[in-house]
């Protein structure tokens, strides 16, 4: 289990910590709400986020990537969350890459990864069809027509949906909800024909998309992974999307108990600065003991990853759900301590607050975990 950083995934940090700080501030996600951008992100930066790299961490080095693996793209996730950089790079490098690296066969994988890579296509996984997540409720349905298959069905909350070139739509081709044979992923084109995409105006001012697909015809390659046993390549790249968003989490959660720090030290009160004040001194030990907690839970998680240990479900359920009860806490906390002014758009508080809300609910919320921790541990 690796608690220290090696000297190339420092030198990783320390370059994803500048960029985002310098090229992508928070005041990059105000702009876009306030523009009410199209696009939902800043094609500057993503051409920037592509040029370093990013896109293609997951990605050998023989498809254009850099191989990283899942250690350096965490630590990447945690530096874009530390300012709520707005890019599809966790739908498309994270979900996406992680899917077809998983499931893709040799010709998929020729054909997709050195675009991802590349930054020339964008992926987005079509997944939830409910307002909590669970992949074994899917029920939409893929028949099988002719020499392929026809999609018939709808898609909530699909992360980047509307600017998305790809969709991996995740349907039944057997068995009935709850069950876990039966599902099966399929590479559909966003443009076909039977596909409509709205996008959805999210409170953290982020991309999402309810997506529709009315008998949408694909053919028999378009099936990524095992045709009715796509499960466990779906929950093994799941676990990955789980680990690097609890890893964004965390950079958000860093960001608020820093600031929330520094404005106790400056923030005076009948002329003493609140700093002082013994009760919020004793909120702030404790919102660094869970900022301290999570950075070990996550390390773990994704020493599991990198080392494809066995107990990397659990790994993967732990950190999501501790670290997404320490945001909520020190988003709060943040808020709360900042008086007032934290209730309004002058500072970030409240940018952070509503990611947070959202992170809570995207790919399973702590309740989900918790009872999904305690199955895998025969509980």
């Not at 590349?118 to 996984?125: P, Q, R, S």
């Not at 990524?224 to 989490?249: I, T």
């Not at 003991?289 to 790994?315: G, H, K, M, W, Y």
Request: aromatic share 6%.
């Amino acid at each position: 289990m690796a608690f220290v950083l090696t000297e190339e995934q420092t030198m990783l940090r320390d370059m994803a910590k500048d960029f985002f700080t310098e090229q992508v501030p928070v005041a990059n996600l105000r702009k876009l709400r306030d523009e009410e951008n199209a696009d939902g992100y800043d094609k500057d930066v993503w051409k920037q986020i592509v040029e370093l790299g990013f896109a293609g961490i997951l990605i050998p080095e023989e498809h254009g990537g850099t191989g990283f693996g899942p250690m350096g793209l965490g630590i990447v996730m945690k530096e874009a969350g530390r300012t709520l950089a707005a890019s599809p790079l966790y739908s498309t490098a994270v979900l996406g890459a992680g899917l077809i690296m998983a499931a893709g066969s040799d010709e998929q994988k020729a054909a997709l990864l050195p675009n991802i890579a590349a930054g020339e296509t964008l992926i987005a996984l079509a997944l939830e069809e409910t307002n909590h997540h669970n992949p074994l409720n899917t029920a939409m349905t893929a028949e099988k027509s002719g020499d392929g298959f026809t999609l018939t069905g709808d898609k909530k909350f699909v992360i980047d949906g509307h600017i998305a070139d790809t969709l991996i739509v995740v349907a039944r081709t057997g068995g009935a909800a709850g069950d876990a044979q039966g599902l099966s992923m399929f590479l559909v084109d966003a443009k076909a024909d039977g596909v409509s995409i709205t996008r959805n105006h999210m409170v953290d001012s982020r991309n999402a998309a309810s997506v529709s697909f009315g008998n949408v015809q694909v053919s028999a390659d378009a099936v990524l992974g095992s045709l009715g046993g796509a499960y466990a390549e779906l929950e093994s790249s799941l676990d990955l999307a789980r680990v690097c968003l609890a890893a964004e989490m965390l950079g958000g959660a860093e960001t608020v108990f820093d600031t929330t720090l520094d404005y106790l030290k400056e923030r005076k009160q009948f002329g003493v600065i609140i700093g002082t004040f013994q009760a919020l001194k004793h909120r702030a030990a404790e919102l660094f003991c869970e900022v301290e907690i999570c950075q070990s839970v996550l390390l773990d998680a994704l020493s599991a990853l990198e080392e494809r240990r066995n107990d990397t479900p659990r790994a993967a359920s732990l950190a999501k759900a501790r670290v997404g009860d320490a945001l909520r806490l020190i988003t709060n906390e943040g808020v709360q301590m900042h008086g007032g002014i934290g209730m309004t758009d002058a500072v970030d508080m409240g940018l952070f607050m509503k990611r947070a809300r959202v992170q809570a609910q995207m790919l399973g919320d702590t309740n989900f975990h918790r009872t999904r921790y305690a199955d895998l541990g025969g509980y």
